[in-house]
């Protein structure tokens, strides 16, 4: 397979990869609502992300490392609401 075959297939995985946690995070942000959201599921892709970031360090592959980086600030951002909003639900309960 040529290279720019090649380099073309690993752009499209980057975009989708890193496209993919918009909408989840548009939903969220709209409803204010992330009670659907597995914490777990986050907490395990969070790690996956910062160690194929690490390993494109490592291996010096700087398009490995900002997809990844970009993926890891988007599914954090997802814990970070998930977090916000399910804290500000406990605090409403607790006024009630």
Do not use: H
């Not at 499209?12 to 946690?21: D, E, Q």
């Not at 690490?54 to 010096?60: E, N, P, Q, S, W």
């Amino acid at each position: 397979m040529n290279a720019l075959a090649i380099n073309l297939i690993g752009v499209g995985a980057a975009a989708c990869s890193m496209s993919s946690f918009a909408p989840q995070l548009i939903k969220i942000w709209r409803e204010r609502d992330a009670s659907s959201v597995s914490l777990n599921m986050y907490l395990v892709t969070i790690t996956g992300f910062a160690l194929w970031t690490a390993y494109g360090v490592f291996i010096g592959k700087w398009p490995l490392v900002a997809a990844n980086a970009v993926c890891l600030m988007m599914s954090g951002a997802v814990v970070a609401l998930k977090v916000r909003f399910d804290g500000a639900k406990g605090r409403d309960a607790g006024r009630a």
